[in-house]
């Protein structure tokens, strides 16, 4: 295990910054991020709310678009390409409501 899978698992582990999720019904840790956004269409901006998840390869080793991820009642399906973080450890997954 390198230094970075180590502190991953830690942070992970840690209730203060990573959450249970139910991803395509069965339980993993998570990051979750639900950043507001501003999209913008010709003269119009629209503000509106997203939610990304993060989460470790070897849980969810080849996520896929279409996914469902539950947390906290509400549920999001994967949108887009999943993408890997610099050491490939990690899952970034973009997301919108079910």
């Known amino acids: ?10 942070l992970f582990a840690d209730p203060n910054m990573a959450v249970t999720v139910s991803y395509q019904g069965r339980s993993i840790r998570a ?6 956004r501003d999209i913008e269409f010709s003269d119009i901006t629209v503000h ?4 990304a998840f993060e989460v470790r390869r070897r849980e969810v080793p080849a996520p ?4 469902t ?3 906290d009642g ?13 050491e490939r450890l990690i899952w970034i997954l973009d ?4």
């Open 64 to 67: 896929q678009a279409g996914d």
């Open 69 to 71: 991820i539950n947390h």
């Open 31 to 36: 990051l979750v991020r639900r950043p507001d």
């Open 1 to 10: 295990m390198t230094a970075f899978a180590a502190a991953f698992d830690d």
């Open 48 to 51: 509106t709310g997203t939610a």
């Open 74 to 86: 509400d549920s999001f399906v994967v949108q887009g390409e999943p993408r890997l973080d610099a």
């Open 95 to 98: 997301t919108r409501p079910a």
